[in-house]
């Protein structure tokens, strides 16, 4: 079993910069790949990055050039570094990581991007 545990959320401003952080407990040495998922409201929920082992990152187009994944190993953590805000950023943005091909998943921390 996989805990994640999300946190870093909260209201900005659009143009503004926000940091999220998923810690992960449990037997965290299956995991092969890390990531980020996001949901708005009516929306199905969408890949944002993930990150594997070796440290390949993956980003989807809507967040190209804003948005940047890393991990620390030693702290178990994933971060998701979002830059230039938009209000269409407004979502529940969900830890994801995947080990012996079972997803796990945070519960979730609200960004909401409005002036």
């Known amino acids: 079993q996989v805990q994640l545990v999300e946190s870093g959320g909260g209201l900005v401003q659009p143009g503004g910069s926000l940091r999220l952080s998923c810690a992960a407990s449990g037997t965290i040495f299956g995991i092969n790949v890390r990531g980020w998922y996001r949901q708005a409201p009516g929306n199905q929920r969408e890949l944002v990055a993930t990150i594997s082992r070796r440290g390949n990152t993956n980003y989807a187009d809507p967040v190209k050039g804003r948005i940047t994944i890393s991990r620390d190993n030693a702290k178990n953590t994933v971060y998701l570094q979002i830059d230039s805000l938009k209000p269409e950023d407004t979502a529940v943005y969900y830890c994801?990581?995947?080990?012996?091909?079972?997803?796990?998943w945070g519960q979730g921390t609200q960004v909401t991007v409005s002036s």
């Open positions: 994801y990581a995947n080990a012996w091909r079972i997803d796990y």
